[in-house]
Nanobody
Framework: QVQLVQSGGGLVQAGGSLTLSCTAS????????MSWYRQAPGKQRDLVAT???????NYADSVKGRFTISRDNAKIMVYLQMNSLEPEDTAVYYC??????????????WGQGTQVTVST
């Protein structure tokens, strides 16, 4: 059983910063990647940033240059540093972990979600 527990988030004024954290625990065979997604009201869940096991990163165009994904391998934690926040960044943010299976394929695990609200 793999669990992802998120922390951080909250209310911030436009132009401010927030950091989200996500800690994974449980039986993880091999991490493929860890990501952050977000879902605004009435919209689909979108990928924000990904950090692969090899250290490669990928960002949504809307957050490039403002958000940074990083990790602490020893603790199996992933962070999302969010700077220059805009009202359009308001959403529920989810962390996700993809783990390789011993017999091939991937399993996906999700955090509980955390609200980020950016006021004007």
């Amino acid at each position: 059983q793999v669990q992802l527990v998120q922390s951080g988030g909250g209310l911030v004024q436009a132009g401010g910063s927030l950091t989200l954290s996500c800690t994974a625990s449980g039986s993880i065979f091999s991490i493929f990647d860890m990501s952050w997604y977000r879902q605004a009201p009435g919209k689909q869940r979108d990928l924000v940033a990904t950090l692969t096991s090899g250290g490669s990163t990928n960002y949504a165009d809307s957050v490039k240059g403002r958000f940074t994904i990083s990790r602490d391998n020893a603790k199996i934690m992933v962070y999302l540093q969010m700077n220059s926040l805009e009202p359009e960044d308001t959403a529920v943010y989810y962390c996700a972990l993809r783990s390789r299976r011993r017999v091939g394929g991937l399993d996906v695990y999700w955090g509980q979600g955390t609200q980020v609200t950016v006021s004007t």
